[in-house]
């Protein structure tokens, strides 16, 4: 019975028994043996030479050193929170560095003795070093083991406690892969194996915990791969395809006199390529017949709102209302301004309802946009509510995506038996794998185009030791009837400590740019919503020059006489939020400026991602390259998403096996959309069982 094995529950497997078995699954989430199974390593260590020091560059992956403990140095004083070690071979010295663990290492180092280092060397201060490398005393048994790249496995101190560290855990995999049975069923459709030339699932097993050289592993973690993206796809895919045939949507079949005129006598300026190309998108998906459910994507400034409107106003043409809402107070004024203003002269009923909408209003609001006099409305979440009833609603567009979840989403579809259209827009782009992915049943749109005349922000990587002429830069720049935004990072975790730096960066700006001749604003979380709101209006009006601020400045917030975005402790920031940041300023006609301030010596990452910074200000390079640098776990609004747990996959690494994968499936539905082909039987099993496993999952949660 091939399947029952890998479906024993793991305390069955020799060597591992109740007592362990019960650390593996609390641990590891390891119930089974094809749990274990699917448990990878996450790196392999290059087993079959040795590295010298010499050698050494930063290129290099986790490599081996054999050599000599010459020295062991405590730092930190009474309470150690640093060892470092002295390690030399024949061509060299480096450190090697605990931060943890450190009583360990200290009763096992031994000076003099001989061992073998595993790890990745990093240059600091240029010099190198391995910080937490893995070590082992040097035996003529370790020369031997060359030859071959050897899993390094997750684990935790609790398992280790088991002796179920890295080790331990390719022991456990060794057993159970000496159990596999010969005839181990194939988990894709055979047609699946042969065109994408795939290793069969067996020896992909065996060659992902225990490869017999790189080409093989390759191989193996290639099929692997392939598997995890392409499920993930067709279950994508499939729902997509669900939602397209229970929901029919409205048939928006003609462009009419309101988007006519308003494009040719109204619209101030000629649209970006991009923005046209975006237009089709929206109209070829409206006038099918299906429900439109598209994402836009667009860096700050390129353009989102008018192609809304024209939307919108696509909509009215055909017969129905439109909405938009913003995540924000502020947002929802700014949007109803621009929009009451592009539409002078067209007679379109555009109305605005937020929270602190009076209820006389909102009564007049309620009943405007049920008997079908209001064509338009904007406001916020306010929006949502349950007796907030358009007569026919016909698009949907929501503003800053991220801001709101899904479940607010759904609750605006189902206002109507036939659900509107919805445009959903983000400033925030995000790399091409992971829309797939994160929003692979959505449609996605690209503005990758700038208004033309824009003038990019020129943005500078300034050192601490450099604030004398920072500061020069900024009364030059104040004299000229320029604003000014300071930015301090705001890091949950400390926030107090926070708040102090910025405190103190206040004061210190308040002493560098006294009174009279210069006002400074300050704006952070722990202010009154009311303050917050005088302050940031001061700002806006003229009134201060200098806005003082944590990360709480308003997405979006337009004050166009800003020019200047000095963002201090940079390096504390991510690539996608510092791009968002510097999104603040080069929104008027004069040349703006961003200043990235980091302390003098900062880490290779941190002076890679001020280069990006002061390379491009295109947002969707930058997320990209946010995604290689620090994995897509960290980009903005992806942490919650469960669709990123992945096993083996990697969305920084992959994009060529994740396009082919969606490709396939693409073939697959395309063929035999409900799976009822005989070869597809694997498949529709697959995507039943995870099914049942998300009901299951959404009663417990
Ligand atoms: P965002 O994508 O950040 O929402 P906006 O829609 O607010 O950008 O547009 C930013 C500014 O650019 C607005 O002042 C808008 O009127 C202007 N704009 C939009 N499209 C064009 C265009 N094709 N040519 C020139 N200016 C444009
Ligand atoms: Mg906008």
Redesign the pocket.
């Known amino acids: 019975m091939p399947s029952s094995y890998l479906d024993s529950p793991i305390e069955y497997l020799k060597g591992v028994g109740p007592h362990r078995g019960e650390i593996l699954k609390k641990e590891l989430g390891i119930f089974t043996f094809r749990d274990l199974l699917h448990h990878f390593p996450f790196r392999y260590v290059d087993r079959s030479r040795f590295y010298t020091i010499s050698e050494m560059n930063e290129e290099l992956p986790y490599i081996q050193l054999k050599g000599v403990v010459k020295q062991i140095t405590p730092h930190g004083g009474k309470r150690i929170t640093r060892l470092v070690a002295q390690f030399a071979d024949e061509t060299g010295s480096i450190e090697l560095i605990w931060f943890q663990g450190i009583k360990w290492m200290r009763d096992i180092l031994k000076v003099g003795k001989q061992y073998v280092v595993f790890g990745k060397p990093t240059l600091f201060n240029s010099r190198f070093n391995i910080v937490h490398p893995e070590i082992e005393e040097y035996t003529p048994e370790t020369a031997k083991a060359g030859g071959v790249l050897q899993g390094v496995y997750g684990t935790t101190e609790k398992c280790k406690a088991l002796s179920l560290d890295s080790k331990g855990i390719l022991k456990l995999q060794k057993m159970l892969l000496s159990g596999l049975p010969s005839t181990l069923a194939e988990s894709l459709p055979t047609s699946i194996i042969y065109s994408e030339k795939l290793m069969p699932l067996r020896e992909a097993y065996v060659n992902i915990h225990l490869p017999a050289n790189a080409a093989l592993l390759q191989q193996a973690e290639q099929r692997l791969k392939f598997e995890e993206l392409f499920l993930i796809q067709l279950r994508l895919l499939k729902s997509k395809q669900l939602r397209m045939e229970k929901t029919s949507g409205k048939r928006f079949d003609k462009i009419g006199d309101y988007f006519n005129t308003f494009y040719h006598e109204h619209l101030?300026?000629?649209?970006?390529g991009a923005?046209k190309r975006v237009l089709k998108e929206i109209r070829h998906d409206c006038g099918s017949g299906k429900q439109m459910n598209r994402l836009l994507q667009?860096?700050?400034?390129?353009?989102?709102?008018?192609v809304a409107l024209l939307a919108m106003l696509m909509s009215l043409d055909n017969g129905y209302q439109s909405c938009l809402m913003a995540p924000t107070e502020i947002l929802a004024t700014q949007h109803f301004t621009?929009i009451t203003n592009l539409l002078q002269g067209l007679q379109v009923n555009i109305a605005f309802l937020t929270g602190s909408t009076k209820a006389a209003e909102r009564k007049r609001i309620l009943a405007g946009l049920q008997s079908g006099e209001i064509n338009i409305l904007i406001g916020t979440h306010a929006l949502i509510e349950d007796d907030v009833q358009f007569i026919n609603a016909g698009l949907v567009v929501i503003d800053e995506q991220h801001r709101f979840g899904v479940q607010q989403r759904a609750s605006l579809w189902m206002k109507t038996k036939e659900p509107p259209h919805v445009l959903v827009?983000t400033?925030t782009p995000i790399p091409r794998t992971l829309a797939m992915t994160l929003y692979g049943d959505l449609d996605v749109s690209a503005?990758d185009e700038m208004?033309?005349?824009r003038k990019p922000v020129k943005t500078v990587h300034r050192f601490e030791s450099q604030r004398l002429a920072v500061i020069g830069f900024m009364r030059e720049q104040i004299s000229l009837g320029r604003q000014i935004y300071i930015v301090y990072p705001l890091i949950e975790e400390s926030e107090k400590l926070d708040l102090n730096n910025l405190m103190e960066g206040f004061e210190s700006i308040s002493r560098d740019f006294p009174l009279p001749d210069y006002r400074v604003s300050v704006v952070h979380g722990r202010m009154k919503a009311k303050d917050k709101e005088t302050e940031m209006q001061r700002f806006k009006s003229g009134q201060t020059h200098i806005m003082v601020a944590t990360t709480v400045i308003e997405v979006?917030v337009d004050v166009p006489n800003a020019s200047v975005m000095i963002i201090e402790n940079a390096e504390r920031f991510g690539l996608s939020q510092l791009h968002q940041l510097r999104g603040r300023v080069g929104r008027g006609a004069e040349q703006s400026y961003c200043i990235l301030i980091t302390g003098d010596k900062k880490g290779n990452d941190a002076r890679k991602r001020m280069k990006i910074m002061c390379d491009t200000t295109n947002g969707f390079e930058i997320a990209e390259m946010d995604l290689q640098l620090r994995g897509p776990g960290d980009l903005t609004g992806t942490q919650q998403s469960g669709i990123l747990d992945l096993h083996i996959a990697d969305l920084a690494k992959d994009q060529k096996i994740l396009e082919r994968a969606r490709e396939v499936a693409v073939n697959i539905l395309t063929n035999d959309a409900n799976l009822l082909l005989p070869e597809n039987n694997l498949l529709k099993e697959k995507l039943n069982h995870y099914e049942r496993q998300q009901a299951n999952f959404s009663r417990v949660s």
Not at 268 to 272: A, I, Q, R, S, V
Not at 298 to 306: A, E, L
């Open positions: 101030p300026f000629e649209l970006t923005q667009g860096d700050v400034g390129s353009g989102k709102t008018v621009t827009m400033a503005l208004p033309a005349g979006g």
